[in-house]
Structure formats: structure tokens, C-alpha cells
């Protein structure tokens, strides 16, 4: 599988955004700035693209003044595999804080109820 760095969170957002897909640069950096709240520059966002497009993971082509961007099929396997890789990073760090109810043995992620040492996942379970 190609090679691509996705340590900064920009370009993993770029490569789940385009997954959803096709997208130009501007959409990507509208995109990803209403989810993390600060706008990527360009400098970061188009090199970026570039990239992908000469590893053959994206297409590109005009449409009007902008380049719409598609992954390719190989693209797509390589968002597949990175989307599969963070999920399972994301589901180890979850899986350490989920505690079982003491009664029904349902998982809580968060909140819970807690009585006399013991988690439980509603008061009625904590009662029987």
C-alpha cells in the first residue's frame, strides 16, 4: 500500500472527507475548519493534494475555475485501510474505560451510577 503521511490531522480529515466524496480544496478547508475550528491553509491543504493525485490515489479535474478532487480505486482501498487503522486505535482507548454494570452486565462508557463501590448503569439496577 502507498505510503502517505497522515500524521497531522488535517490530512487524515482530507482523506476522510474525500472518502464521503468528491470534494475541491476550498470545501475541504471549509469542511475541516467546522470541524476542528481553525482553517487549514492552503499551503498545507493543495501540496497535500498534489501529492495524492501523483500516487495515484486521487483524480482531479476542472470543473469551472476549480479542481474537483476523487479517489481513485486505489484511493479508496488506502482511505478504507487508514479509516480501519484509527478506528481501531479510537476503539483500544474506549475499550479501557468501559465498565460493566454490576447487575445487567451492560456496558457504560460514561456516566453510570455508582453506589457502595460498585458501578452500575441505571439507580434500578443498582436497587435489585
Known amino acids: 500500500m502507498t505510503e502517505i503521511d497522515l500524521s497531522h490531522v488535517n490530512r487524515l480529515y482530507t482523506v476522510l472527507l474525500l472518502k464521503s466524496g468528491d470534494r475541491h480544496g476550498y470545501e475541504l478547508m471549509d ?4 470541524i476542528t475550528g481553525k482553517r487549514p491553509s492552503s499551503s498545507h491543504i493543495y501540496p497535500f493534494l498534489s501529492k495524492l493525485v501523483d500516487k495515484g490515489l486521487l483524480d482531479e479535474r476542472k470543473d469551472g475555475r476549480r479542481k474537483v478532487y476523487r479517489l481513485t480505486e486505489e ?6 485501510e487508514k479509516t480501519k487503522s484509527f478506528g481501531e486505535i479510537i476503539e483500544a482507548s474506549v475499550l479501557e474505560k468501559i465498565e460493566e454494570c454490576e447487575n445487567c452486565g451492560c456496558e457504560i462508557f460514561s456516566g453510570g451510577y455508582e453506589e457502595k463501590g460498585e458501578i452500575y448503569c441505571c439507580e434500578h439496577c443498582a436497587s435489585n
Open 75 to 80: 484511493g479508496e482501498s488506502f482511505a478504507e
Open 31 to 34: 469542511r475541516i475548519e467546522k
